[in-house]
C-alpha cells in the first residue's frame, strides 16, 4: 500500500464529484471509492466528508436520493448533476494546469535556467 | 454563481428551513449506516464486534459537530441563530413585567407613533388605490382635457366624447355622465332631494355587474329619450321597502315621471357614489353647443393597451382637434388616467410621489420613536452587561444574544403595533364618519365608492413590519453596542464586582434634549387645540334644540347649454317667489314660532377692510372674520341681546344695504385698540369679496357698523353680520326656523312636505337641528385635540423616561462615590445638587429650543400663543416641562441618597 497522502485544502470536494461522477453512491460509498481511486493514498477524514457532501448538494452540483445499501438499509444516494459535472470539468482541467506546472518546477534543471 | 446553482441553494436552503426535523432526522440515518458499514468491514479485517464499532466510532468522530457542520454547509446556520425559542420569548415577556415604567412608556410611544404611520398608509391607500372594486377595475380609465394656462381646470365636453366615443381604439365602452340634484316624489315615499347620474348606457356596461332584477339602461333609452331610471340595492330597500314589485313603478324625479326598470347589487355605486341612473339623452339643443355641454369621461382600456399607449392615440386626436378648433382647444391637453386618481386630481406623477414620500415620512416617525425607546432599552442593557456577559463566556455568539435581545424588543413592539392598530382603527372610522359628514354638510355628495378607510390586511401587514422595523432598532442597536468590545471588560468588571463601563454619551444628551424641546414646541399648540375644541364645545346662549336648520335650493333645469344671463334672471326670479311663498307658509305654522336667513359667506373668498369712525385712520384687512348675510329678525328669534347700538330694522334691507352688526368677539379683538365695545359702532367695514371667476376683487360699498350682539355662544369668532331678505339672494339660501317645542327634528317631514305643496323644484337639503350641528362641529376640534394631546403625552413620556433613565444610570455609576461622601459628612443638599445638576442643564437647554421651536412654528402656521396674546401658556409649558423633568430626576436621586457608605464601600 503506498504512503497516505496528506489532502490538499479544497481538493476534498473535487474528489467527491469525481466520485460519484464514475456512478452513484452513498456516503460511505463515496469515501471508498475515492480510496480505491487513489490507490489507497488518499484517506478522507471521515467526518469531513458530510460537510461536504451537504455542501455540493447545497450548490446543485450533485442530486440525493433514497435507495437501499447492500446491507438492505434505507440509504441516501448522491450522483452527479449537470452543474457538477460542468463544475468537475473546470476543477480537474484547472488542477492538471496546476499539478502539470508544479512537476515542471520541480523538474527544473540548472541547465534549463 | 451559475442561475442553476443559484435556484439549487434557494431550494436548498428552503427545504432546510420547511423541513427542519425531517433534514436532521435524515443526517443521523445517514451517519448510522455509515458505521454500520465501516464497523462491518472492520469486523472482516478479525475485529470483534464491540472492537469495530468503537474504532468505527472513533474514526467517525464527534456526531454532533458534524451535524453542526453539516447544517453550517447548507447555509442553516444563520437561520438557526435567528430562531426564537419559547425562551427568549418567555424572558422577553419577564422583561415587561419587570420593567413596568420602561414598558409602558415604550408601548405608549411606539404604539402613538405607529397608529399615525398606519392611519396616514390606510389614507394614502384609500387615495392612491388605482383598483376600482369592479370587474378588472384597474383597467377603468378617466379621459379629460387639462388646460395648460389654468392648471387645475381639467374638463371635457359633448364634443370630446363624441369625438374620443367615435375613433379611440384603445379604449372601448366609452361613457359620459353628469350629476344632478332632484327631489324624490313618490307615493309613500319620503321626499327628499336625490343625487342622480345622468349616464350613457356604456357607463353601467363599462362597470360590467348585471342588475339583480329588471335591467340597465339601453342606448334605446338615450336615443328615445326614455325616461326610464335604474336605481340602487340600498335605495330599493331603505326607499321602496324592497318592493319585489318595483320593476315598472312611476317615480317623479323633480317634476318629471320615470319608470324604474332595474335594480342593482348591492353596494353598487359607480360613478361616484350613486344610486339613481337615468339615461343621458342629448337634446337637439346641447348638439348645437357641443362645447358648452360639460361632461366626465371613463372608459375601459382594451385587452393589450396600455396607458402609455391610449395617452399616445389621445393625443394624435388632441392635436387635430386644436387644428380644427383653435378656439376652443388652443389651452386643453386630452389626458388619460386611471380613474381614481383623476377623481382625487392625483394627475401628475409628482403629487403621486409626493403622497408616497409623505408616507414614508410618517414611516420615520416609528424610527425616530424606535430610537428614543431604543436608547432607554439600552440604559436597561446596561445594567444587564454582567447577564450578557456570562453568555457570552458559556458560549453564545453575537447573533444568538442579539437575537435574544431582539425577541425581548419585540415583545415591547408587538403590543405597541397592537394597540396603534386599535388607536389607528378608532381614528379611521371617526375620520370616515367626519369625512362623510363634512361632505354632505357642504353638498360635495359622498364619498366615492371605492374609499373605505379600515384597518385593512395591508395596514396590518404594514404595521407588523413596522413593529418589526422598530424591534430591530430597539433592540438590535442596544444589543450590538452591549455585545461589542465592552464583553470582556464587563467579563473582567463581573468578577470585581465593579459598575458598567457602558457609557450615556453625547448622543443621549442630544436626545434628551430634543425631546424636551419638541415636547415645548408642541405643547403649546397642544392647548391651543384643546382650547378650541372647549371653545367648541360651549353652550350656546340660545336654545338650539329649537332651532332647525338647513338649505332651500332650487333643481337644476338638466343640461343647459343656453345658460345666459336673462335665463339665470328668470330662474332667480321663479326662486325669489317660491321661496317667500314657502317662508309665509312656514311662519305661520302654528308649531314654528318664527324664521329668518343665515347664509355664510365663503370665508376663502372673503376679506373685511376696517376704517375706523374718525375717518380714515386705519384699514386693517383680515380674512378670518366670518360674515353671515341675515333676516333683520335673527337677533330677536335667537333672543341674542345687543350689547352696543341697535339691531336691524326693516329699513335696513329696504333701502339697499348700508349697515351691518358685529359680534361681542368682533368688537374686543379687531377694535381692541379703541377702547369699549361700544365704540365699535360707528366704524365701517366693508366685505372684499373675491370672485371665484374672475381675477382679482370684487369690493362692495362701505357698510357702517350700528349694534354689537352678544356671542350666541357656540362658535366664539369674530363675526359680522349683513342684513339681506330673500329678494335679493339667489338659490340655494340658508335657513333658520324656530319651533314652539322641541325636538326641532320632528318638523323636518313637514316642511319637505310644505316645500313640496309650494312646487316640487324647491329643495330642502341639509335639514338638522342647531343642537345636533353643535354636536357634529365640535367632533373635528375634539379629535385633534385629542390627537394632539396623545402625541403630546407620549413626547412627554419619552422624555421624562429618558430623564429617568440617565439619572438612574448616573447614581448606579455614582453610587461608590456618593456613599464615600456620605460617609465623610457630605451634606445632603450639595450631593443632590450635583446629581440634579446634568438633568438641570439638559433641561433648561431643552425648554429653551422648545420655546424658540414654538416662535418658528408660528410663523410658518400663522397661529400660536404669542399671535393669540396667549403667553401664558408658555410660561405653563416651560414649568410643567421642568417639573416633569425634575420629578423624573427625584426617585434615582432619593435612591442615591440612600446609599448607605458601609455597603458602597464594601463593595468594592
Same mark, same amino acid.
Given at each position: 500500500m503506498p504512503p497516505n497522502a496528506e489532502l490538499l485544502p479544497g481538493t476534498l470536494d473535487v474528489l467527491i464529484l469525481k466520485a460519484v461522477s464514475l456512478g452513484r453512491l452513498h456516503g460511505y460509498g463515496v469515501l471508498l471509492r475515492i480510496e480505491q481511486i487513489s490507490g489507497g493514498a488518499l484517506q478522507i477524514q471521515q467526518g469531513a466528508l458530510y460537510p461536504a457532501l451537504y455542501r455540493l448538494e447545497h450548490q446543485g452540483l450533485i442530486d440525493a436520493e433514497w435507495g437501499t445499501s447492500e446491507n438492505n438499509r434505507r440509504a441516501k444516494f448522491y450522483r452527479l448533476t449537470a452543474s457538477g459535472r460542468k463544475r468537475l470539468g473546470v476543477e480537474t482541467a484547472s488542477w492538471n494546469r496546476l499539478a502539470a506546472a508544479i512537476a515542471r518546477s520541480l523538474a527544473a534543471t540548472p541547465q534549463e535556467i | 454563481m451559475y442561475p442553476s446553482e443559484l435556484v439549487a441553494r434557494v431550494r436548498s436552503l428552503w427545504r432546510g428551513l420547511r423541513n427542519r426535523d425531517t433534514v436532521e432526522t435524515q443526517m443521523l440515518e445517514e451517519f448510522r449506516l455509515h458505521l454500520e458499514l465501516r464497523t462491518a468491514d472492520l469486523v472482516r479485517t478479525g475485529l470483534t464486534e464491540e472492537q469495530a464499532a468503537r474504532q468505527a466510532r472513533l474514526e467517525f468522530g464527534h456526531s454532533e459537530h458534524h451535524r453542526v457542520d453539516a447544517r453550517q454547509s447548507r447555509g442553516l446556520m444563520f437561520f438557526d441563530q435567528l430562531r426564537f425559542s419559547a425562551l427568549d420569548v418567555k424572558l422577553g415577556v419577564r422583561m415587561l413585567v419587570k420593567h413596568r415604567g420602561l414598558s409602558l412608556v415604550s408601548v405608549i410611544g411606539l404604539a402613538v407613533a405607529i397608529a399615525m404611520s398606519a392611519g396616514a398608509f390606510s389614507l394614502s391607500e384609500s387615495l392612491l388605490e388605482t383598483q376600482l372594486p369592479l370587474p378588472e377595475g384597474d383597467r377603468i380609465v378617466a379621459l379629460r382635457n387639462r388646460n395648460v394656462a389654468e392648471p387645475g381646470q381639467n374638463s371635457a365636453s359633448l364634443r370630446d366624447f363624441m369625438t374620443w366615443q367615435s375613433e379611440l381604439r384603445s379604449v372601448r365602452d366609452v361613457a359620459a355622465f353628469t350629476m344632478a340634484r332632484r327631489n324624490l316624489v313618490a307615493p309613500g315615499v319620503e321626499l327628499i332631494p336625490v343625487d342622480i347620474v345622468r349616464i350613457t348606457a356604456s357607463g353601467l356596461g363599462l362597470a360590467r355587474t348585471a342588475p339583480i332584477m329588471g335591467r340597465l339602461l339601453l342606448e334605446e333609452d338615450e336615443r328615445a329619450d326614455r325616461h326610464v331610471v335604474v336605481i340602487s340595492f340600498e335605495a330599493w330597500r331603505r326607499r321602496f321597502a324592497s318592493d319585489a314589485q318595483i320593476i315598472g313603478r312611476s317615480i317623479g324625479l323633480g317634476t318629471d315621471q320615470y319608470t324604474i326598470v332595474? $335594480?342593482?347589487? %348591492?353596494?353598487?355605486?359607480?360613478? $361616484?357614489?350613486?344610486?339613481?341612473?337615468?339615461?343621458?339623452s342629448i337634446r337637439a339643443a346641447e348638439q348645437g353647443h357641443v362645447d358648452a355641454v360639460p361632461l366626465t369621461i371613463a372608459a375601459r382600456l382594451v385587452d393589450g393597451a396600455t396607458l402609455q399607449s391610449a395617452q399616445a392615440e389621445l393625443n394624435g386626436i388632441g392635436r387635430r382637434m386644436s387644428l380644427l378648433h383653435v378656439e376652443t382647444y388652443r389651452d386643453l391637453r386630452p389626458q388619460i388616467l386611471p380613474y381614481s386618481r383623476a377623481f382625487f386630481g392625483f394627475d401628475d406623477p409628482t403629487i403621486v410621489w409626493q403622497a408616497y414620500v409623505l408616507r414614508l415620512f410618517l414611516s420615520l416617525l416609528v424610527v425616530v420613536v424606535s430610537v428614543n425607546v431604543g436608547i432607554l432599552v439600552y440604559a436597561r442593557t446596561a445594567t444587564r452587561m454582567g447577564e450578557i456577559a456570562v453568555r457570552t463566556a458559556l458560549g453564545a455568539n453575537r447573533t444568538r444574544v442579539v437575537t435574544q435581545l431582539f425577541a425581548e424588543a419585540l415583545a415591547l413592539s408587538i403590543p405597541g403595533a397592537a394597540v396603534g392598530l386599535l388607536i389607528a382603527s378608532i381614528a379611521l372610522t371617526k375620520l370616515e364618519q367626519l369625512a362623510k359628514q363634512e361632505m354632505v354638510t357642504r353638498s360635495f355628495g359622498e364619498l366615492p365608492f371605492? $374609499?373605505?378607510?379600515?384597518? @385593512?390586511?395591508?395596514?396590518?401587514?404594514?404595521?407588523?413590519?413596522?413593529?418589526?422595523?422598530?424591534?430591530?432598532?430597539?433592540?438590535?442597536?442596544?444589543?450590538?453596542?452591549?455585545?461589542?468590545?465592552?464583553?470582556?471588560?464587563?467579563?473582567?468588571?463581573? @468578577?470585581?464586582?465593579?459598575?458598567?463601563?457602558?457609557?450615556?454619551?453625547?448622543?443621549?444628551?442630544?436626545?434628551?434634549?430634543?425631546?424636551?424641546?419638541?415636547? !415645548?414646541? $408642541?405643547?403649546?399648540?397642544?392647548?391651543?387645540?384643546?382650547?378650541?375644541a372647549i371653545g367648541a364645545a360651549s353652550a350656546p346662549r340660545y336654545p338650539a334644540e329649537r332651532f332647525l336648520g338647513g338649505s332651500l335650493g332650487m333643481d337644476q333645469a338638466m343640461m343647459q347649454a343656453d345658460t345666459g344671463a336673462f335665463v339665470q334672471h328668470v330662474r332667480d326670479e321663479r326662486f325669489r317667489s317660491l321661496a317667500a311663498d314657502l317662508i309665509r307658509r312656514v311662519e305661520t305654522d302654528p308649531l314654528v314660532l318664527g324664521v329668518t336667513i343665515r347664509s355664510h359667506l365663503d370665508r376663502e373668498r372673503v376679506e373685511v377692510e376696517l376704517i375706523s369712525s374718525a375717518g380714515s385712520v386705519s384699514v386693517i384687512k383680515s380674512r378670518s372674520i366670518m360674515v353671515d348675510m341675515v333676516g333683520p329678525n335673527l337677533f330677536t328669534l335667537h333672543d341674542m341681546p345687543v350689547i352696543a347700538g341697535r339691531t336691524f330694522l326693516q329699513s335696513d334691507v329696504d333701502a339697499g344695504i348700508r349697515t351691518a352688526v358685529v359680534n361681542k368677539v368682533f368688537a374686543r379683538t379687531i377694535l381692541r385698540d379703541t377702547g369699549s365695545i361700544s365704540t365699535a359702532v360707528g366704524h365701517r367695514i366693508r366685505i372684499v369679496q373675491q370672485n371665484a371667476n374672475a381675477e382679482g376683487f370684487e369690493t362692495g360699498s362701505w357698510l357702517q357698523i350700528v349694534g354689537v350682539v352678544d356671542d350666541f355662544?357656540?362658535? %366664539?369668532?369674530?363675526? &359680522?353680520? !349683513?342684513?339681506?331678505?330673500?329678494?335679493?339672494?339667489? &338659490?340655494?339660501?340658508?335657513?333658520?326656523?324656530?319651533?314652539?317645542?322641541?325636538?326641532?327634528?320632528?318638523?323636518?317631514?313637514?316642511?319637505?312636505?310644505?316645500a313640496a305643496a309650494v312646487d316640487p323644484v324647491l329643495q330642502i337639503d341639509g335639514l338638522i337641528s342647531a343642537d345636533e350641528r353643535l354636536r357634529q362641529r365640535q367632533l373635528f376640534p375634539r379629535y385633534l385635540a385629542i390627537g394632539m394631546s396623545a402625541l403630546t403625552v407620549s413626547v412627554l413620556l419619552l422624555s421624562a423616561a429618558g430623564i429617568y433613565a440617565m439619572m438612574s444610570f448616573i447614581v448606579a455609576r455614582r453610587r461608590r462615590e456618593i456613599g464615600i461622601r456620605a460617609a465623610l459628612g457630605a451634606d445632603p443638599r450639595r450631593v443632590l445638587s450635583s446629581i440634579f445638576a446634568r438633568a438641570s442643564a439638559q433641561i433648561a437647554v431643552g425648554i429653551l429650543v422648545g420655546l424658540l421651536g414654538t416662535l418658528a412654528l408660528e410663523q410658518v402656521t400663522g397661529k400660536g400663543p404669542v399671535r393669540d396674546g396667549n403667553i401664558v401658556v408658555l410660561f405653563f409649558v416651560a414649568a410643567l416641562m421642568t417639573t416633569i423633568g425634575l420629578l423624573a430626576a427625584v426617585h434615582p436621586a432619593l435612591r442615591g441618597l440612600a446609599i448607605q457608605p458601609t455597603e458602597a464601600l464594601r463593595e468594592e
Open positions: - | 332595474g $335594480v342593482m347589487p %348591492e353596494g353598487f355605486r359607480f360613478p $361616484v357614489n350613486d344610486q339613481y341612473w337615468i339615461p343621458l371605492w $374609499v373605505h378607510l379600515r384597518v @385593512s390586511p395591508s395596514v396590518v401587514i404594514y404595521s407588523v413590519l413596522l413593529a418589526i422595523l422598530g424591534a430591530a432598532v430597539v433592540g438590535v442597536v442596544p444589543a450590538l453596542k452591549a455585545t461589542g468590545r465592552h464583553v470582556q471588560v464587563s467579563l473582567q468588571q463581573l @468578577s470585581a464586582r465593579g459598575a458598567t463601563r457602558m457609557q450615556l454619551g453625547r448622543a443621549w444628551t442630544t436626545l434628551i434634549i430634543a425631546q424636551v424641546a419638541v415636547a !415645548v414646541a $408642541v405643547l403649546p399648540f397642544a392647548v391651543h387645540f384643546t382650547q378650541d355662544g357656540d362658535n %366664539e369668532t369674530k363675526r &359680522a353680520y !349683513v342684513p339681506t331678505k330673500i329678494g335679493l339672494l339667489s &338659490a340655494p339660501i340658508d335657513f333658520v326656523i324656530r319651533m314652539r317645542a322641541q325636538p326641532a327634528m320632528a318638523f323636518a317631514p313637514r316642511l319637505r312636505g310644505l
